[in-house]
């Protein structure tokens, strides 16, 4: 093979390389605009998330996950902050809600960051199954053009 072939192949496989990894990222990567109050003073209504795609979370993790059906909402998704998951003993504030104990398996309470805020105090449980992913970053570009996903409140 000669030099110049060589050289074409090589680079072939760099571009091909950087176009995987590319679709790789943009697979695990949502962006995603806050809309509301409910998680002020961490977010703020028109901000802008980038959401990592994961089924692994914590008590304290950011989430976005499925809005439950039942609701009248005017979107698909929303963001709250994980209080407890699966084993974790139920914030005694919320067992009136869903009862004492500990959290099902497969089941997660929510909280709003604001004191008015729509979460597990009206939701009750939420299907661990309904989240998409955990808030990872802020990221206030300019542009909308790289935007993707339904809007978050």
């Not at 060589?6 to 605009?33: D, E, P």
């Not at 009248?72 to 067992?95: Q, T």
């Not at 497969?106 to 597990?120: F, H, N, P, T, Y």
Request: glycine share 12%; proline share 5%.
């Amino acid at each position: 093979m000669s030099d110049a072939r060589l050289a074409i192949a090589v680079a072939a496989c760099g571009v091909g390389a950087v176009l995987l990894g590319l679709v790789l990222v943009r697979r695990g990567l949502l962006a995603m605009t806050v809309r509301g109050h409910s998680m002020m003073p961490t977010y703020r209504d028109g901000e802008r998330l980038l959401i990592m795609r994961r089924r692994s979370y914590g008590a304290g993790d950011v989430i976005m996950f499925r809005a439950p059906g039942h609701l009248c909402l005017d979107v698909e998704w929303l963001v709250k902050r994980a209080v407890a998951v699966a084993g974790d003993p139920v914030p005694a504030d919320l067992a009136d809600q869903v009862g004492a104990g500990v959290v099902p398996a497969g089941q997660l309470l929510v909280r709003s960051d604001a004191a008015e805020g729509l979460d597990s105090r009206q939701l009750g449980l939420i299907n661990a199954s309904d989240v998409a992913g955990v808030v990872r970053a802020r990221w206030n570009a300019r542009s909308d053009a790289t935007a993707t996903g339904p809007p978050l409140s």
